[in-house]
C-alpha cells in the first residue's frame, strides 16, 4: 500500500513524494508501489521525486538489475515514469534505466523537477510545458 500523503494527482499526471530514513531495498518498494498504484489507477504519467528518501548510499549495478526489473513489472508497459533523484544516486550509464528500457518500461531519470516535467508530458494534449 502507498502512502497516499505522498500522493497528488492532476488531470495530466501524478506525483509521488516519499519522504523518510528507510534502507535502499524498502525505498526500491516503495517506489515499486507507487507505479502499481498508478497503473492500478489508469496514471499514464507519474513523476516519482526520491529526493528526500535518505539512509542508504547508491545502488550497486546487482542492485540497478533489480530495480529495473522490478519497476518494469510494476508499470507493466502502461505508466511512463520520470524520476527526480540526487545526483550521486543516478549512475552515470543509467544501467537501471536500461534495465527498465529494455523490458517495457517507459522512463527517464533527472536531478531537476522542471527538466524532468518537460520530458514527462511531451506529447500530452494541453501541456503548455511542452511547447519547446
Same mark, same amino acid.
Given at each position: 500500500?502507498?502512502?497516499?500523503? +505522498?500522493?497528488?494527482?492532476? $488531470?495530466? +499526471?501524478?506525483? +509521488?513524494?516519499?519522504?523518510?530514513?528507510?534502507?535502499?531495498?524498502?525505498?526500491?518498494?516503495? @517506489?515499486?508501489?507507487?507505479?502499481?498504484?498508478?497503473? $492500478?489507477?489508469?496514471?499514464?504519467?507519474?513523476?516519482? *521525486?526520491?529526493?528526500?528518501?535518505?539512509?542508504?548510499? /547508491?545502488? =550497486?549495478?546487482?542492485?540497478?538489475?533489480?530495480?529495473?526489473?522490478?519497476? /518494469?513489472?510494476?508499470?507493466?508497459?502502461?505508466?511512463?515514469?520520470?524520476? @527526480?533523484?540526487?545526483? $550521486?544516486?543516478? *549512475?552515470?550509464?543509467?544501467?537501471?534505466?536500461?534495465?527498465?528500457? =529494455?523490458?517495457?518500461?517507459? /522512463?527517464? @531519470?533527472?536531478? *531537476? $523537477?522542471? /527538466?524532468?516535467?518537460?520530458?514527462?508530458?511531451?506529447? @500530452?494534449?494541453? *501541456?503548455?510545458?511542452?511547447?519547446?
Amino acid at each position: 500500500m502507498i502512502q497516499h500523503e +505522498y500522493l497528488v494527482v492532476t $488531470e495530466t +499526471y501524478a506525483t +509521488y513524494r516519499p519522504v523518510g530514513e528507510t534502507t535502499l531495498q524498502q525505498a526500491i518498494e516503495i @517506489v515499486a508501489l507507487a507505479i502499481a498504484h498508478a497503473r $492500478e489507477q489508469n496514471i499514464a504519467h507519474l513523476l516519482i *521525486d526520491t529526493t528526500r528518501l535518505t539512509g542508504f548510499a /547508491a545502488p =550497486n549495478t546487482l542492485e540497478r538489475f533489480s530495480l529495473g526489473s522490478l519497476f /518494469a513489472r510494476s508499470a507493466q508497459g502502461t505508466v511512463k515514469v520520470a524520476f @527526480v533523484a540526487k545526483a $550521486e544516486m543516478i *549512475d552515470p550509464q543509467k544501467f537501471g534505466l536500461m534495465v527498465a528500457r =529494455n523490458r517495457g518500461m517507459t /522512463a527517464e @531519470v533527472f536531478t *531537476d $523537477e522542471a /527538466a524532468t516535467l518537460v520530458w514527462l508530458l511531451q506529447g @500530452v494534449s494541453g *501541456d503548455e510545458s511542452t511547447s519547446s
